[in-house]
């Protein structure tokens, strides 16, 4: 099998370790490392989960390399509350241990220093605000030449969950977002709130996971419960059983098997100036901006095909190489 070569970015939380789990385990995808950023988390402690996960599942060999603390941009407009902190996301993992260190600091010069070297294109999945691939295209425009594909979790084209109308990586760095959707990225894949809530992990599933007996099946379930009490906290259950949208773990799902989302070509942009819009995508479905496209737009995921990849990882049936 061919192993696709992939690097996270991400600012890990509950989900994150879910997409972290499944890109370490699956032998369809060759994890060649992890980025890491401020978003859900601090910087600190995003790399302090990304480390525990890794840990916790026998995959310490992946490389992590912290990258920025703070937004390419901050936004210049407040909205109250950040939702996620302490609801959605814990601070730190209840799983691997304390102390461990990153293989460095400087995550966004390794990563264009990995897309120089590299003799195969790569595939970049930020499941976080796009803070660090902005500033890594940014510096270094040299670096598409060496990426087969950007797969992203943000975006919407209908609600948001930051505010009214913006999805929360996306708000974070709105403008850095805006960088990478301007690149000329040849294949640039948004999974979106539009299907990342087609996908719902349930308190059954966890159940399921946990009798696997493999540290995978444990991980995942330890990370996820928290997470569905979080959505029950704020907003009720979701769908007909206690559940949550796993977000950024459909981006991997996509990287292994694309059947598992819908998409369609669209131009998208980010409002980085309204007050009451900042950070929403707006999504031209119809070319009616005169734009081309440079996204291709999950408007759905197929739940069922989800679940097979998952359980597949977590069942111990597919592991690294």
């Known amino acids: 099998m061919m192993r696709r070569p992939v690097i996270l970015d991400v600012d890990t939380g509950n989900d994150d370790a879910v997409a972290i789990t499944m890109a370490a385990t699956h032998p369809a995808i060759e994890l060649l490392g992890c980025t890491t950023v401020a978003g859900n988390l601090s910087l600190e402690e995003a790399t302090d989960n990304t480390l525990r996960v890794l840990n916790a599942i026998g995959r310490s060999d992946i490389e992590v390399h912290a990258g920025l603390s703070r937004p390419f941009a901050p936004t210049p407009y407040a909205y109250g509350a950040n939702e996620v902190d ?80 913006a999805e929360f990586n996306i708000y974070t760095d709105a403008v850095a977002a805006n960088v990478v959707l301007n690149a000329g990225i040849k294949r640039l894949t948004m999974a979106a709130l539009d299907a990342t809530h087609d996908v719902l992990v349930s308190r059954e599933d966890l159940h399921r996971y946990r009798t696997l007996g493999t540290l995978a099946g444990d991980l995942v379930s ?44 669209a131009f998208v942009e980010v409002d980085t100036v309204s007050p009451y819009n900042y950070g929403r995508t707006a999504v031209d479905f119809h070319g009616n901006r005169g734009e081309p496209a440079n996204v291709r737009f999950a408007k759905h995921a197929d739940s069922a095909l989800f679940h097979r990849i998952l359980d597949e990882c977590l069942r111990g049936e597919c592991r690294a190489v």
């Open 86 to 165: 302490g609801v959605f996301h814990q601070n730190t993992l209840p799983v691997g241990v304390s102390g461990l260190q990153p293989r460095s600091w400087h995550g966004v010069e390794w990563l264009i220093e990995t897309l120089r070297q590299t003799t195969r294109q790569v595939t970049l999945i930020p499941v976080a605000p796009l803070t660090n691939i902005a500033a890594a295209i940014t510096v270094a425009p040299d670096i598409l030449d060496s990426i087969d594909e950007v797969v992203l979790m943000g975006g919407s084209s209908t609600f948001g969950n930051r505010t009214l109308s």
């Open 222 to 265: 330890a990370v996820t419960e928290y997470y569905i009490d979080g959505y029950e906290a704020s907003a009720g259950p979701i769908g007909t059983a206690s559940s949550a949208p796993p977000h950024d773990a459909l981006c991997v799902a996509y990287a292994i098997d694309p059947k598992v989302i819908d998409t369609t070509d």
